[in-house]
C-alpha cells in the first residue's frame, strides 16, 4: 500500500488516501474504491516548473547545435520555464488542440512536489525537502529552438496534465532509477528511464535552489527524454511512471472543450 495526496472532484481539500496499484483500490475516509471510478482535479496547488535538456539523448540528438550561437556550449546551468496555471489539467480531462495545428507533442515526465520551502539546499539533504511525487505530461506545440523562451508553444490552456495524486515520498522508491512510458491508442510508443538524466534529482534541486527558492506545493518536472511521441485529435494518451502511477488524457480539438469564462 502506498500514502498518496489525492484531490477528488468536488471536495474543497485534498485527503490521505492508501493506494494499492495492483488492485486498482484506494482507502479514505473509512471507504474503499475503484480508483477507475473517481474523478480528480489536479493535485498541485503551487508552481510549476519544466526542465530542458536533462535526459543524456535529449542533449546527444541537439549535436553541435548546442556549440554555436548565442551560447557556444552545452548549458552550464538547469534550463527552466513555467507552466502556469492556465495549462494545469487533471487525469482524464482533454487536452486542447489548437485551431490550424496539426500534431501536439507529449512530455512524459515525474513531478516533484516541494513539502516545506527549499533554498540553498545541497544535495545530500535535498529529499529532505520533498512531499512527494506525481505524473505529469509536459505537453508542447512542436518547435525547433530552445534557445528563447517558447510560451506560445508551451503555456497554453490545459498543456500541463498532472495526476491523479500525489505518492508520498515514503512510499516511493529513488525517483532517479524509474522507467517512463508513454502510450498512444494503447500502443507503446516511447520507454525510458531516470537513470539516464544529467542532473539526478538531488542535483537538480542542489543547483535551482542555489539562486531560487520553491515552496510548499511547488512542482519540479525533471525533463523530457527524446523522441517524445507526436499526436493529434482524438488520440489517447497514457503515461505510466513505476511507483508513480498513471495519467491518461485524450486530444480534442480546442473547440470541441467548452471555454470555462468566455466562448471559443
Known amino acids: 500500500m502506498q500514502k498518496v495526496r489525492v484531490k477528488l472532484s468536488g471536495q474543497r481539500d485534498d485527503v490521505i488516501a492508501s493506494l494499492d496499484q495492483s488492485k486498482s483500490s484506494i482507502f479514505y475516509q473509512g ?6 471510478e473517481l474523478q480528480y482535479e489536479t493535485p498541485v496547488t503551487g508552481t510549476v516548473y519544466g526542465t530542458l535538456l536533462n535526459y543524456k539523448g535529449e542533449l546527444a540528438k541537439l549535436g553541435d547545435a548546442v556549440n554555436q550561437d548565442p551560447y557556444n556550449q552545452p548549458p ?12 494545469h489539467t487533471s487525469h482524464k480531462q482533454p487536452i486542447p488542440l489548437p485551431k490550424n495545428i496539426e500534431f501536439i507533442q507529449t512530455g512524459a515526465t515525474l513531478g516533484i512536489v516541494i513539502g516545506k520551502t527549499a ?8 529529499l529532505d525537502y520533498v512531499m512527494g511525487y506525481t505524473v505529469v505530461n509536459d505537453v508542447t506545440v512542436p518547435h525547433e529552438s530552445v534557445f528563447r523562451p517558447a510560451v506560445k ?11 491523479p495524486w500525489i505518492v508520498e515520498k515514503d512510499s516511493f522508491e529513488s525517483p532517479n532509477s524509474v522507467s517512463i512510458r508513454t502510450w498512444v491508442n494503447g500502443k507503446l510508443v516511447q520507454e525510458n528511464t531516470t537513470a539516464n538524466l544529467i542532473r539526478s534529482v538531488e542535483q537538480l534541486l542542489e543547483d535551482i535552489t542555489e539562486f531560487m527558492t520553491l515552496y510548499q506545493g511547488d512542482t519540479l518536472l525533471i525533463g523530457v527524454a527524446e523522441d517524445a511521441p507526436l499526436v493529434q485529435a482524438y488520440d489517447h494518451v497514457r503515461i505510466e511512471i513505476d511507483g508513480a502511477g498513471f495519467l491518461e488524457n485524450t486530444i480534442l480539438p480546442e473547440q470541441e472543450i467548452p471555454l470555462k469564462g468566455g466562448n471559443r
Do not use: W
Open 31 to 36: 471507504i474503499q474504491r475503484n480508483m477507475e
Open 76 to 87: 552550464q546551468a538547469p534550463v527552466l520555464y513555467i507552466k502556469p496555471r492556465n495549462t
Open 119 to 126: 533554498t540553498k539546499l545541497k544535495k545530500e539533504s535535498a
Open 153 to 163: 508553444h508551451r503555456s497554453r490552456d490545459g498543456f500541463c496534465p498532472m495526476g
